[in-house]
């Protein structure tokens, strides 16, 4: 794995250029990137919806209050699949759309770890992220265009972060793979000397 990182450096420095590209965009003019949000929140819900369903079917027979974790991922999967095939319709209220998913998704998780503080340790942390999602909801619900804006602002921020961490880690791989390389033709040299 590590020496197809080393021979696809970059493939990582492309994507944090990219990532660096929509942070930029995202960030000074929000407007164009609206709609970009919409489908990558749709991307994002149909993803997310996947893998609730996937680990609910996954685990059927061992896990007994399953019907929250699956209505949950077929609410998301359904509500991606739709605005993922209509993005235009739901730009006007994408911020109302984050705001019902993040409060749906934070009672959900919240209800879980209450269901599940007899079987793990550190249920609080689940609960306390079910808490900050129904409370950024509800944030959003009662502000939608400022909603918006917001949530345009922090992807630009997280998306500037991490394509800074890309391209440095990018250049970082260059460098660490011409030193591996450098050190097995040494080796290699110091093998057939033996020989």
Request: glycine letters at 10%; hydrophobic letters at 60%; zero cysteines.
């Amino acid at each position: 794995m590590l020496q197809l990182l080393f021979k696809n450096w970059w493939v990582l420095l492309l994507k944090g250029i990219l990532f660096i590209v929509f942070g930029l965009l995202s960030i000074f003019n929000p407007s164009i990137t609206i709609s970009v949000l919409v489908v990558w929140f749709a991307a994002f819900m149909m993803v997310d919806g996947v893998l609730a369903i996937g680990g609910v079917i996954l685990s059927w027979k061992t896990t007994e209050d399953k019907w929250l974790a699956l209505i949950e991922g077929v609410i998301s999967l359904l509500l991606g699949i739709l605005v993922y095939r209509r993005p235009e319709s739901f730009v006007s209220f994408i911020g109302v759309l984050i705001a019902f998913w993040s409060i749906f998704s934070g009672i959900s998780r919240i209800a879980m770890a209450i269901q599940l503080r007899k079987e793990i340790q550190g249920e609080g942390w689940l609960i306390l992220a079910g808490a900050l999602s129904v409370l950024f909801g509800i944030l959003v619900f009662a502000q939608p265009g400022a909603g918006v804006a917001t949530v345009m602002m922090l992807t630009g921020i997280f998306a500037l972060l991490i394509g800074i961490v890309l391209v440095l880690l990018s250049l970082k791989l260059k460098k660490a793979g011409k030193l591996v390389s450098q050190k097995i033709g040494d080796i290699k040299q110091r093998i057939n000397s033996i020989e």
